[in-house]
């Protein structure tokens, strides 16, 4: 290869990584910009609620037991018994558990950046089976017990928007505040009539809990049958937690989820177990699943993926000044493939900073329309041919074109990204099919 073709192919390369300053740069921005709206997200959701998680209904029956033990006194002598009153509370998960959300979502506006909260009408209804003698057996005799109550969880109480009110077997009762169960969390009780624990017990319940929420909104499949469906005016879902839909239906405008489970998949009742007997409530409460309002492709991580492809861009294009220079015989000055690769580097600060006021689509047609009408513009003089200017200008606008493809889409992005790549690999050596190499770089470059 001879000293100029060297030379040529030295600089260019010098300049693309020279590039990679401006490039890095914007990235660092793009980072410092998605974590500031990040900040404000999080303010947004420390002034109204967080996302939410309902974990409930559980029927708690309070009880005081008596507990006898035979003891030998320490200097020795006759046995007696050791009688002690022993506080607690019996568990009760519920037989059927079925849950009905219309959720509506809104954004919420703090300066330029945005927050999607979520308000969720909550439709919760079931039955509770108690067992004879609350299951107890023959050490029946030794409980007494107090009022029962029915006790929710609520992660963020903040986001309670109504009063709420249970219906049990027809009769209508006000919850109260707390759950009156320190390892359940926050949330709502209501007290209940005594039960009949001599006999089986049969508790049907249904309540409404409107909640308002960000992020996340989550349930705990507390029955040992369970039927939760969600429905939203929100079109990318993302489903979260253990346990995905068994039936989902999206489209442009919203989606309905569907999720059955049995305590055969969620084993709720050894979980509440451990979390009873104090050795982790962990496994209870991670049993959850629900839908994440976050959209998973928004204007940071979209231009954070398009500068990813920069430096593809700016080789890109240098190429295609490198065969105008091989193929035509023009000359094409280093500070002139340097002032392009500005030009491209801007493109994304345009982007980046538009698209937080306009939205990343109309952002990017702006953006790409300057580019290529400013590099149109400069290539007309610069390769002495308005034709030759507009068909590369052309060329960059199908390669903006490709790129918003890529961006767009969440499933195919690495295909499309490689079938792009190949095929202009393919034109490349297609145009060059002919070329001397050897003798490139005699004339000027």
Not at 96 to 104: E, G, K
Not at 128 to 153: M, R, S, W
Not at 279 to 298: H, Y
Request: aromatic content about 12%.
């Amino acid at each position: 290869m001879n000293r100029n073709l060297s030379l040529k192919l030295g600089a260019i390369a010098f300049l693309i990584v020279l590039l990679l300053v401006p490039l890095l740069m914007i990235g660092g921005l793009i980072q410092e910009r998605q974590s500031l709206r990040d900040g404000v997200v999080q303010d947004i959701a420390q002034s109204s609620s967080f996302s939410q998680t309902l974990s409930g209904p559980l029927l708690v029956v309070p009880y005081r037991k008596i507990e006898r033990q035979w003891k030998t006194p320490e200097g020795g002598g006759a046995l007696y018994q050791d009688v002690k009153t022993v506080n607690g509370h019996l568990y009760f998960l519920p037989e059927t558990f079925d849950l009905n959300a219309r959720i509506d979502t809104e954004l919420r506006s703090r300066g330029i950046y945005e927050a999607r909260l979520y308000h969720a009408e909550n439709r919760i209804n079931g039955q509770f089976q108690i067992p004879v003698k609350l299951g107890l057996g023959n050490d029946f005799e030794d409980y007494t017990f107090d009022a029962p109550f029915l006790a929710v969880a609520i992660s963020d109480i903040r986001g309670i928007e109504k009063g709420l009110k249970l219906d049990l077997n027809g009769q209508s009762m006000d919850f109260q505040p707390g759950t009156g169960l320190s390892w359940l969390g926050a949330g709502v009780h209501v007290a209940l009539p005594a039960l009949d624990s001599r006999n089986e017990t049969v508790l049907d319940y249904a309540f409404d809990v409107s909640l308002q929420g960000t992020g996340k909104l989550q349930v705990l499949p507390v029955g040992r049958s369970s039927n939760v469906t969600m429905a939203a005016n929100w079109p990318h879902p993302s489903f979260v937690g253990n346990y995905l839909p068994s039936s989902r239906l999206i489209d442009s405008q919203s989606f309905t989820a569907n999720w059955k489970t049995s305590f055969f998949s969620t084993n709720m009742e050894d979980a509440l177990s451990q979390c009873v007997n104090n050795e982790s409530c962990l496994e209870f409460k991670e049993r959850a699943f629900g839908v994440s309002f976050i959209d998973p492709v928004d204007q940071y991580l979209k231009s954070e993926r398009a500068i990813k492809y920069a430096l593809l861009f700016i080789a890109l294009t240098f190429a295609g000044f490198f065969l105008f220079e091989v193929l035509k015989s023009l000359s094409v000055h280093p500070i002139q493939y340097l002032l392009v690769g500005v030009a491209l580097a801007f493109f994304y600060l345009l982007l980046l900073s538009l698209s937080e006021h306009v939205g990343f689509g109309p952002a990017y047609a702006i953006s790409a329309s300057a580019c290529v009408l400013l590099i149109g513009f400069y290539l007309s003089h610069v390769l002495h041919s308005l034709g030759r200017a507009l068909s590369f200008s052309g060329g960059l606008a199908v390669l903006y074109g490709m790129l918003y493809g890529l961006l767009s889409a969440e499933d195919y992005a690495l295909l499309m990204g490689s079938l792009l790549l190949f095929g202009l690999l393919g034109v490349f050596m297609i145009l060059t099919r002919r070329l001397d190499w050897y003798r490139v770089g005699q004339g000027k470059l």
